[in-house]
């Protein structure tokens, strides 16, 4: 590998203190062969004085120059999910619960900004990776200056504005490995220093002369680059661009190549920038290429006398102890949004899940296009500093599609905005057009920890033909249409670290109702006062595999005017709790239990607990059960349980079963009523298909009690 001259000039420097720079280039997921020329170069007891690397060869070489070795790289890449990692997921666990309400209603959201509609500058804004690379280089937060990391190194950057070459040398090393690795369109450019910075490969992808320059006297390169395409691989738009980007550092690595002294280039043609999948194969591939140059790098390593080279050793943190919390950039989002967000305060200790939790909070809002954070050292903990890029004002229109057997056809429009009227508040409203036309208006000002409040306006509709079994209105078979306006003003707040929601406001409902065209028609208001405690850790709210739920909510209703008699007070308590788990990966069980009570004198029929069907965001007190008609039994008390069973048989599809059991009776729980034997039993089978239009699904369901199938079927997020 070394050339006649080059020897003849390391004879002459025999016995010196020889520096060697070790060189990685970019190469996106390909880098990960950079893991194998690290094992020889350690196997050869060779000691590295510098490292410059470029995209994934920062990476790869800000973490060997943080002190982690060869070994502990390739440890932590295959045990993290890197597909997942630089992507921009929200975990629905990590979603406060307004957002958790409002996640699964709509297909398509497009921001309006100016008239027009944005798109975002990169396809992930990195905090997942951010968040990645933060925790590993927590062991040198302390260090600023690159060239006092146990290794030294500097990375490259370019400077999207002017197409600079930037060497990164100073800074938060999490955040200058982000800017180097930003890969145009797949991630949005990084700030530092007041400038825009993307992928370093861009116009430096092999940093040889910047590693020179460092008085390094024998330069190790591991290259990673694939060669120019030919004409028969250049079959897509996407081939021809990445192509044309690649000339300039194609046509410098021929002279490149010849100042490195010992030139590792693995053969992975076969695999791209995302290949990440195959990490393992690219990281073999780059063993087979580093076994050839064995000889070469142990003949150095003899050479220069170092072959009781240790091996850097770092220990990866999962706790901080938070001291103070700052935030820079939020002008239209006070502190307390931000931290009811994260969900923690100083004084807490927190792990880096956590953190990671919290700042894709913060990033589910879609309020911010960009956040970073520093952890700074304090005599009594970590100082987290943040800076975050606010989007500017801009509008939301948000669609979807729904059907099912009870509210038929609906296509959904929603416009919704952020800063409407001051800080932290949010307003949407949604408009559902086709056979039942509704609606819901939100205003929500969110002020985390300390006490949120909002109102909210609500109109539903149905029409069906319905048997009233068990319900106060004994019309036999009968025509119905039903129609509720729901008007809300409700204070409310987050505690124990997020986990839990309290609120209290007050309500008014009106209720209309007309039966057999016009031989019924009557309407009813009724007021009252309630409250609510809820926990959500569901990670799915449509196939979830693990999590807990808990929603107990009351209602107190002092008047009503309207049709039939005014009511005496009565107090309507009900509570759901369940969660869910998983058998194996593609086996998943979720099992609710809900009860319902009332205090008072029952003579509120439309207030009634009514069961059948199927579906979430029911009209009023409509509750799903398998192997009933909608609106087929009810009462004040009850008591259900539910079990599901999902297999995913393929990607996102899934076989479920379902088994329901339920009483119903008026004073159920006086005595031992409640425990007598189940007086309505349902089961389920069916397929669903997780699609971008919401959930598939039909099902078909029986009852012993009726021994009558019925076939439920539904398109798209339930609104």
Avoid at 152 to 172: N, R, S
Avoid at 572 to 586: E, V
Avoid at 667 to 680: E, V
């Amino acid at each position: 590998m070394f050339s006649q001259e080059k020897i003849r000039s390391l004879a002459d420097l025999k016995g010196k203190n020889l520096k060697v720079g070790l060189v990685l280039s970019g190469g996106g997921a390909k880098g990960l062969a950079h893991i194998a020329a690290l094992e020889a170069i350690e196997q050869a007891g060779i000691k590295i004085d510098y490292i410059g690397g470029t995209s994934m060869g920062a990476i790869i070489g800000g973490l060997y120059a943080s002190g982690y070795s060869s070994q502990q790289l390739d440890s932590i890449f295959h045990s993290s999910d890197l597909e997942q990692i630089i992507q921009d997921n929200v975990s629905r666990s990590a979603q406060n619960f307004y957002e958790k309400e409002n996640r699964d209603r709509y297909m398509i959201s497009l921001a309006l900004r100016e008239g027009k509609f944005a798109l975002p500058a990169g396809f992930s804004q990195g905090v997942n990776l951010y968040n990645f690379l933060s925790q590993l280089t927590y062991g040198v937060r302390k260090i600023d200056d690159f060239s006092k990391l146990p290794i030294p190194f500097l990375c490259m950057a370019t400077d999207v504005e002017t197409g600079e070459e930037i060497i990164l040398e100073k800074g938060d090393l999490a955040q200058a490995m982000m800017a180097s690795g930003a890969f145009p369109t797949l991630f949005a450019p990084i700030e530092m220093d007041g400038r825009w910075l993307t992928d370093g490969g861009v116009m430096n992808n092999y940093p040889i002369d910047e590693v020179r320059a460092k008085g390094m006297d024998i330069i190790i390169g591991v290259d990673v680059q694939s060669p120019l395409k030919t004409r028969k691989d250049l079959k897509s738009a996407n081939n021809v661009l990445l192509q044309i980007t690649s000339y300039k550092i194609a046509n410098e690595m021929k002279e490149k190549r010849e100042k490195t002294d010992i030139y590792i280039h693995p053969d992975i043609s076969a695999y791209n920038v995302i290949s990440f999948q195959e990490g393992q194969a690219i990281i073999d591939s780059g063993r087979v290429a580093t076994k050839k140059i064995l000889p070469h790098l142990q003949w150095l390593g003899n050479f220069l006398k170092e072959n009781e080279y240790p091996l850097p050793k770092v220990k990866i943190s999962d706790s901080l102890s938070i001291s103070n919390i700052t935030f820079a950039g939020n002008k239209h989002y006070s502190d307390a949004y931000l931290r009811g967000k994260l969900g923690f305060q100083w004084g807490d200790k927190i792990s880096f899940s956590d953190l990671k939790e919290g700042i894709q909070n913060i990033m589910a809002t879609q309020n911010f296009s960009g956040i970073s954070y520093h952890i700074c050292p304090m005599e009594n903990g970590e100082e987290l500093r943040f800076t975050l890029d606010e989007v500017p004002a801009q509008t939301w229109i948000k669609m979807a599609v729904h059907y099912d057997n009870l509210y038929k056809t609906g296509v959904l429009l929603n416009m919704s905005r952020s800063g409407f009227l001051q800080k932290d508040d949010l307003i949407s409203f949604d408009f559902i057009a086709g056979d039942n036309i509704r609606y819901k208006f939100d205003y929500y000002v969110d002020k985390g920890f300390y006490t949120s409040y909002g109102f909210q306006s609500k109109y539903d509709r149905f029409r069906r033909d319905i048997s009233f079994n068990g319900f106060s209105l004994n019309t036999g078979d009968t025509n119905i249409a039903l129609a509720r306006l729901k008007n809300q003003l409700y204070i409310q707040s987050i505690f124990f670290k997020h986990k839990f929601l309290l609120g209290t406001g007050m309500e008014h409902e009106l209720y209309q109702v007309r039966l057999n065209s016009d031989s019924f028609k009557e309407r009813v208001n009724y007021y009252s006062l309630f409250g609510y405690i809820r926990y959500d850790s569901l990670d799915n709210a449509l196939f979830p595999t693990e999590g807990a739920y808990f929603d107990a909510k009351g209602h107190w209703y002092f008047h009503s005017q309207g049709y039939g008699e005014r009511i005496n007070p009565i107090l309507l308590l009900k509570a759901d709790l369940g969660g869910a788990w998983k058998f194996s990966n593609r086996l998943s069980a979720k099992a609710i239990f809900s009860g319902g009570v009332h205090f008072g004198l029952p003579n509120a029929p439309f207030l009634q607990y009514v069961f059948g069907g199927q579906g979430n965001n029911l009209f009023g007190n409509l509750l799903p059960f398998y192997g009933y008609d909608y609106m087929s039994f009810g009462n004040y008390d009850f008591l259900k349980g539910e079990m599901t069973l999902n297999y995913q048989f393929y990607k996102r599809n899934y076989i479920k079963a379902i088994a329901n059991i339920a009483n119903a009776e008026e004073n159920m729980f006086n005595g031992n009523k409640w425990f007598s034997r189940p007086q309505y039993t349902g089961y389920a089978l069916g397929i669903s298909s997780d699609t971008i239009l919401g959930p598939i699904e039909i099902k078909a369901t029986y009852s012993p009690e009726t021994n009558k199938f019925l076939w439920l079927f539904n398109i798209g997020f339930w609104f």
